[in-house]
Structures are given as structure tokens and as C-alpha cells.
Nanobody
Framework: QVQLVESGGGLVQAGASLRLACTAS????????MGWFRQAPGKDREFVAA???????DYADSVKGRFTISRDNAKSTVYLQMNSLKPEDTAVYYC???????????????????WGQGTQVTVSS
């Protein structure tokens, strides 16, 4: 399994921006699809964005146009740039890795076999 460490969460006002980062251990990052999910209190963990090994991307409708996922294979890091944040974006954000090589980006939780510890994002109104 891959070890994932997230960073970049925090408390911001509505309309602000944040950038989350997730750094992976291991030598197969370049071949892995990576995803971001989030979980708000009392709700299920939901898909936010994903990026394939060749940087094809997919987004949840709720964040499309506001969030951007990207990757830097040289740093084994995936990013989530979040702009125009809304109070409903408040959640714990989790990074996930799919160790199966050379796949399309996935939206389903059980496609991912490694998860980070999560980072809190709080957006005040």
C-alpha cells in the first residue's frame, strides 16, 4: 500500500481559496489514479475529483468550475486547488490512491486502496 499525507486545510471565509496537497510514498505514483473525497458531519464520504496517470480529470458536479485537481509526478504529489469556497464545502478532505496501474480516474470509493488521514476544511459564511 501507498502512504498518503495530506496538508493545506484550514478555516477560511466564503469566496476564499485553499490548496490541498497529498504526497505519496512508493515508486508507482506515476502510474496511479489519485482521488479526493470529502466527508461532512453526519454524511457519507463523497467523491470530489480524480486524476488519472496521464492527467485525465473528473469532477463532481458540485465542484466543477471551482476546483482543479493536478499532479506533479516528480514530487509524488497531487493537488486540489479550491476556489470560490462555499460553506457547504466544509468537510474533512481525504486523498486516495488506486494502486492498479494505468486506469481512468474513478469516482467510486472502493476503487481506491490507500487513503490519507484527512485534512479539515472549514468555510465560514
Amino acid at each position: 500500500q501507498v502512504q498518503l499525507v495530506e496538508s493545506g486545510g484550514g478555516l477560511v471565509q466564503a469566496g476564499a481559496s485553499l490548496r490541498l496537497a497529498c504526497t505519496a510514498s512508493g515508486r508507482t505514483f506515476y502510474a496511479s489514479s489519485m482521488g479526493w473525497f470529502r466527508q461532512a458531519p453526519g454524511k457519507d464520504r463523497e467523491f470530489v475529483a480524480a486524476i488519472s496517470w496521464k492527467s485525465n480529470t473528473d469532477y463532481a458536479d458540485s465542484v466543477k468550475g471551482r476546483f482543479t485537481i493536478s499532479r506533479d509526478n516528480a514530487k509524488s504529489t497531487v493537488y486540489l486547488q479550491m476556489n470560490s469556497l462555499k460553506p457547504e464545502d466544509t468537510a474533512v478532505y481525504y486523498c486516495a490512491a488506486d494502486s492498479s496501474a494505468f486506469k481512468s480516474p474513478g469516482r467510486v470509493r472502493n476503487e481506491y486502496d490507500s487513503w490519507g488521514q484527512g485534512t479539515q476544511v472549514t468555510v465560514s459564511s
